[in-house]
């Protein structure tokens, strides 16, 4: 059986690509290499990346083209350049028509309708490709609960179709650490002893909810800083302070004292499993998809979009006498290990071929 993989790129990223780069060391580790080395087709493949040579690389080129029209060019291509793999079951990390495995780490529609932005041509298009791939798939695997509901009633899936698989985290990497390795690192990030420290990990800060967040702590007396790990901000205060681009990204979770996201819209939002398995809780709305994968003694939640729970949260999660303790074991409730995801999608793999 070939396996392929296909993805918006083979490079270090977030989301769904990062996703991919787990499957292909997690189907290596699995023994697909060698004449069953998993195909792996991408629009950017960055050729220094150790996963690049555990595949079959295959570069589908969209730069000739506007933006709003890549997505289906790619995935026409794409049913061409499988055939010629000889690739018999294919893993879908992005909108493709082609593939039996079809992963749904998210849905335009669900994204619209949480922000609330109108449906433009450009998301028409993307919506009908989404729609294409669940109905030509076999199997569609949803990275929680909530893709799954949005599935079935968004787009119409029959549930039979669907198997709801929480996405893998390295266990090796996320991890806690004793209590002198956890001052060094808030040393090393700036953190003052008698700081509570809110990690605010983003790429994207509106749609993260900073402004929810800074809204909740407007006029607040507790001593409390968000610290925010990625892209820069427009401005910076008392309360928010940027701590960069953090590769280790591990050690902030280890060093700060909760971890924060009030996202409007988040399928499944790895931030919150990743942090909890460093040992440290997590601040999240009820709506975002992770929710459900971590325990209770782990997690302090509000409702979506309300500043004034959120700051009832924050305070009753600061001045609680447990506060500081490390929340790590049993914090996750599904097995997050990689060779364990893969498994399962082997499996499904395995059916797919064997039924053909």
């Given amino acids: 059986m070939k396996i392929g993989i296909s993805a918006n790129a083979l490079r270090l990223s ?52 506007p933006g709003k029209l890549r997505d289906t060019w790619f995935s026409w291509v794409l049913e061409r350049a499988r055939r010629k793999a000889n690739v018999d079951v294919l893993i879908g990390c992005n909108r493709v028509e082609s593939s039996e495995i079809a992963i749904c780490g998210g849905t335009h529609i669900g994204f619209l309708n949480a922000t609330g932005r109108r449906e433009k041509p450009s998301d028409r298009r993307q919506i009908e490709l ?25 787009y119409g899936v029959d549930e039979a179709k669907i198997r709801v698989l929480y996405p893998p985290v390295d266990s090796a990497r996320f991890s806690p650490v004793d209590a002198s390795a956890r001052a060094g690192l808030r040393k090393r990030f700036g953190f003052a002893d008698d700081e509570i420290v809110l990690l605010f990990p983003s790429s994207s800060h509106v749609r993260k909810g900073l402004p929810l967040i800074e809204e909740a702590l407007a006029g607040s007396r507790l001593p409390v800083v968000v610290a925010v790990a990625g892209r820069p901000l427009d401005r910076a205060s008392e309360r928010v302070r ?13 060093a700060a004292d909760f971890t ?58 600061v001045e609680s006498p447990d506060s500081h303790t490390s929340v790590a074991r049993d914090a996750v409730l599904y097995d997050a290990d990689v ?18």
């Fill in 14 to 65: 977030g989301g769904l690509e990062r996703y991919a780069m787990d499957l292909v060391r997690g189907l290596a580790d699995a023994g697909f290499t060698g004449s069953l080395k998993p195909a792996f087709f991408a629009r950017k493949i960055d050729p220094a990346l150790a996963e690049t040579k555990l595949v079959e690389a295959h570069r589908i080129s969209v730069g000739f083209l």
């Fill in 130 to 154: 989404e729609r294409r791939q669940y109905r030509a798939a076999r199997v569609i695997v949803a990275h929680s609960k909530l893709m799954q509901d949005e599935l079935r009633t968004l």
């Fill in 242 to 254: 940027h701590i960069g681009y953090v590769p280790d990204i591990e050690n902030c979770y280890r």
């Fill in 260 to 317: 924060i996201l009030a996202s409007s819209y988040e399928p499944f939002g790895l931030v919150g499993v990743e942090s909890v398995m460093c040992g440290t809780p997590v601040i999240i709305p009820a709506s975002i998809g992770c929710c459900d994968a971590i325990a209770a003694h782990a997690k302090h939640v509000f409702k979506p979009g309300d500043a004034a729970d959120l700051r009832r949260v924050i305070a009753r999660a």
């Fill in 339 to 356: 060779s364990a995801h893969v498994a399962e999608l082997i499996a499904l793999a395995k059916d797919i071929h064997a039924k053909r």
